[in-house]
C-alpha cells in the first residue's frame, strides 16, 4: 500500500483532515484514505481540463472554473461553492429585484451619483453572486479562512505526528 501512497499528489494529511471534519465520520482507515486521495486528484484533473477547454487562454482561472460548474449537471453540488462572478452593479440589480434594499447604503448612493458626474466611467467590481443575503463580505471571509486554516494546520501536524508514531 506504501508504494501507491507514493504516487499520490495531495497531502494525505489534508484529505484526513477534511474527512474526519464530517460528524459522520469516526475514523479513516489507511485504504480508504488512499482511495479517496485518488479519486480527488482525478475530480480536480477533470474539472481542470474541462476549464481549460471552455477557456479563451492557456491557463484555467476562476471564471473558466464557475464556467463549468454552472454548465454541467453532474457538477451542480458545486454552484454554492464557486458562483459565477458578477459585477456589483448587477448585484444592486438581483438585490432590488428581491426586494432586499438594506444592504445599499445611502454611502453606496452617493458614490453612483459622484460616478455619475465623472461621465458615467465607473470601476466595476466583481464579486460573487451567492444568492445569500450578505455573504460574500471578503474582509470577514479572509479572518476566518485565517483562523481555520491555522486551525487545520496544527490538525495536520497533530496527524503527521500520530502517522510517525504509527510507522
Known sequence: MSGKMKELQLPISRVKTIMKSSPDVDSVPQDSLAVVTKATELFIQNLAREALKNGDTSKVDYSDVAKVVQSKGNLFFLREIIPKKITVREYKEIMKKEGITDIISSSESSDDEED????????????????????????????????????????????????????
Request: glycine letters at 6%.
Open 116 to 167: 455619475d458626474e465623472e461621465g458615467g466611467e465607473e470601476e466595476e467590481e466583481e464579486i460573487e453572486d451567492d444568492d445569500n443575503d450578505n455573504e460574500g463580505v471578503e474582509d470577514e471571509e479572509d479572518e476566518d479562512e485565517e483562523e481555520v486554516d491555522e486551525e487545520e494546520d496544527e490538525e495536520e501536524e497533530e496527524d503527521e505526528d500520530e502517522d510517525d508514531a504509527q510507522r
